[in-house]
């Protein structure tokens, strides 16, 4: 094995705390791919929005466009902010959705139902993708530690450490999918909207932590690009050397 696979050897060399560092390096793009405290609130905020209104109303109408208009409005401030807006417009696309949905049914409960299959398919992807050897939250996070794909074949110790973390938020959403559905059938529009607003963070905070716990006692991320510039230098340096 080459220094360029061993992953420990890029975090260890010139370092006091090398796990300080790791769970530094983890917490940082933790915070990055899932979008940190903003992000929560622009999941949040839209739904929380809609059944608030429609609790003290009742008016489908006014809920939804309140919910679709706050949505965009987020959408404006990261824009004019130059923030990335892909979390902002996810929930656009989201809430949209939802809005759809149950204007066409016309029962408000059904604003819900296309977050709610996103949840249940978002399930099954994270176990389905790990038990084929490809787990989600790798393909996630790869690109964000600038490791790519590398832990599939070089990085064995991240790639277990990926299935855990994809299989915990396989089974954490499968539960809330199991609290939600029943609710959807049996419970009216306000009681599901407001158990739906309290399940969307402490799931989430959970699986991130878990996620955390994972990667931060896992190998080091391989650092592809890095690699690569190395690569494409010491081979300038021996064209240098042979012309």
């Given at each position: 094995?080459?220094?360029?696979?061993?992953?420990?050897?890029?975090?260890?060399?010139?370092?006091?705390?090398?796990?300080?560092?790791?769970?530094?390096?983890?917490?940082?793009?933790?915070?990055?791919?899932?979008?940190?405290?903003?992000?929560?609130?622009?999941?949040?905020?839209?739904?929380?929005?809609?059944?608030t209104i429609y609790?003290?109303?009742?008016?489908?109408?006014?809920?939804?466009?309140?919910?679709?208009?706050?949505?965009?409005?987020?959408?404006?401030?990261?824009?004019?902010?130059?923030?990335?807006?892909?979390?902002?417009?996810?929930?656009?696309?989201?809430?949209?959705?939802?809005?759809?949905?149950?204007?066409?049914?016309?029962?408000?409960?059904?604003?819900?139902?296309?977050?709610?299959?996103?949840?249940?398919?978002?399930?099954?992807?994270?176990?389905?993708?790990?038990?084929?050897?490809?787990?989600?939250?790798?393909?996630?996070?790869?690109?964000?530690?600038?490791?790519?794909?590398?832990?599939?074949?070089?990085?064995?110790?991240?790639?277990?450490?990926?299935?855990?973390?994809?299989?915990?938020w396989g089974f954490?959403?499968?539960?809330?999918?199991?609290?939600?559905?029943?609710?959807?059938?049996?419970?009216?529009?306000?009681?599901?909207?407001?158990?739906?607003?309290?399940?969307?963070?402490?799931?989430?905070?959970?699986?991130?932590?878990?996620?955390?716990?994972?990667?931060?006692?896992?190998?080091?991320?391989?650092?592809?690009?890095?690699?690569?510039?190395?690569?494409?230098?010491?081979?300038?340096?021996?064209?240098?050397?042979?012309?």
């Amino acid at each position: 094995m080459t220094s360029v696979d061993k992953p420990t050897d890029h975090t260890t060399a010139g370092q006091a705390d090398p796990d300080s560092s790791s769970k530094a390096v983890t917490e940082a793009a933790l915070f990055e791919a899932f979008g940190g405290l903003r992000g929560m609130i622009e999941t949040v905020l839209p739904g929380l929005l809609f059944v608030t209104i429609y609790t003290v109303n009742k008016d489908l109408k006014m809920s939804a466009i309140a919910a679709l208009g706050v949505s965009l409005l987020l959408v404006v401030v990261r824009l004019a902010m130059r923030d990335t807006v892909k979390h902002a417009f996810s929930g656009v696309f989201g809430v949209g959705f939802g809005v759809v949905f149950a204007m066409m049914t016309g029962n408000a409960k059904d604003f819900y139902l296309p977050g709610m299959l996103y949840t249940l398919g978002l399930a099954l992807a994270y176990i389905v993708t790990t038990l084929a050897g490809v787990p989600l939250i790798g393909l996630i996070l790869g690109p964000v530690f600038k490791e790519n794909l590398s832990w599939r074949t070089r990085n064995p110790g991240r790639k277990k450490a990926y299935a855990k973390a994809s299989y915990a938020w396989g089974f954490i959403l499968l539960a809330k999918c199991a609290i939600l559905f029943p609710l959807y059938w049996w419970a009216d529009t306000t009681q599901l909207g407001w158990v739906l607003v309290a399940l969307k963070i402490p799931p989430f905070l959970l699986a991130v932590w878990l996620t955390w716990v994972f990667l931060a006692k896992a190998p080091a991320p391989i650092d592809v690009f890095a690699e690569m510039e190395a690569e494409e230098k010491a081979q300038a340096e021996r064209e240098r050397t042979s012309s």
